[in-house]
DNA sequence: CTCCTAAGTGAGTGATTACTCACTTTAATT
DNA sequence: AATTAAAGTGAGTAATCACTCACTTAGGAG
């Protein structure tokens, strides 16, 4: 296998345990994200957790050496997954390099290309959002992916726009939690506390997009 | 007792049970806020709170009959008395019937204030962010004091504005949504996923009002 | 067909859980 | 000093927990 394959199937986490999976363990994972969405890692029992995958609670300890383990497998592929976009250098020059008039257009279509994402995985989204707290494999997974990568390219990104007079002249770190704030606060409201409004989603998000942009622009 | 007086103790919690508390009783509360906070509700167990109370384990159910009752009697409070402000009447009036000018500075008194509430008590703010998705009852009180109290009010001063003409024209929902995100993703930012940064909160808060203020002004 | 290994099983295990209860201690009242 | 009720106790309990292990089944290679 080429360097190179390795490195994306890394990125894409395809390797043996992702890609050939028992029918058995697809169950198993199906059963664990639901049950875990719902009541939480905690309150999650193995034997619950077999029963609804229809399989013995022996099988779950046979590919998951302890119940934190399945919890891992199930999250940080959903994380980096999630993050994946941001490090496809396509995407990453034009959010960061273009001049500052498309970034809006491009924060749009991120925003729209993610929130797609966390729609087809909103259980996932609500265990990474309620167990990060409990975890430190999950914080660290989260640093390396999120503070690591993603917070350098975007600050320079924010110096740029700063320089050009197009930003208000707040610390990033300020101006970042804004954003993610917003988004992170619209996809919450969306997928957790009320996911059975009638959400009208393009909408919803231009004008999240249109508060973020206003809310940042140098008066 | 006069209805008047009844009236504003149930409003502050103080009736007999939070009021007259024994020595032991509110070594179990803190003890248990500590240890909901650190590992969360589920993971919690009833001996290591006896223990670190210095308390027997009997004790804790002589005056709540469940583990759950513990929790419930820990979180509403808090909720309540985090909300008083917007019931204050005379609060209430200078920042919902007043001219919309002044409710920049009242948003930002109104925030600083709440902000120090926070601070003093960052550990029950955490648990009840945490555990508010896992318990039906807490999401009712939730429900009770927000969405049907404050909510409503919110939304007056809201179409005021909108009126005036001084506020962007999207749905009330959504301009609340953003505000709270960014309030919300401050406290939360400030108080469980990094507050051992060195934060300069006067500027922040400030920073964060002139975000929203901008954001949601009528261009 | 014969191996062989991985997948799957489910009864069993020790630890831990929330909660009970018969009992003792404390402190205020008569 | 006697009485009483509330506060406090800790050994005990049934249920549940994550996890183990001796075993069976399945399926591909030689």
Redesign the pocket.
Known sequence: MTDFKKMVETLEQTTEKDR?L????EQILKAAVEIFAEKGY?????????ARA?????????????????LISIVTPFMTKFTLPFFASHFANKVFEKPPEELESLLRTLLKNRFEFAKENAPLLRIVIQEMAFHPELQEKFQEVFLKEIFPKFEEALNQLKDKGKLVEIPNASIIRMIISSVVGFLVTRFIIAPDLNWDDDKEIDDTIDFIMHGLARK
Chains 1, 2 share one sequence.
């Open positions: 050939k028992t029918p058995k363990q905690a309150s999650s029992s193995t034997s619950e957790i077999a229809n399989v013995a609670e022996g099988t779950i300890f046979r590919h998951y050496k302890t119940k934190k383990e399945l």
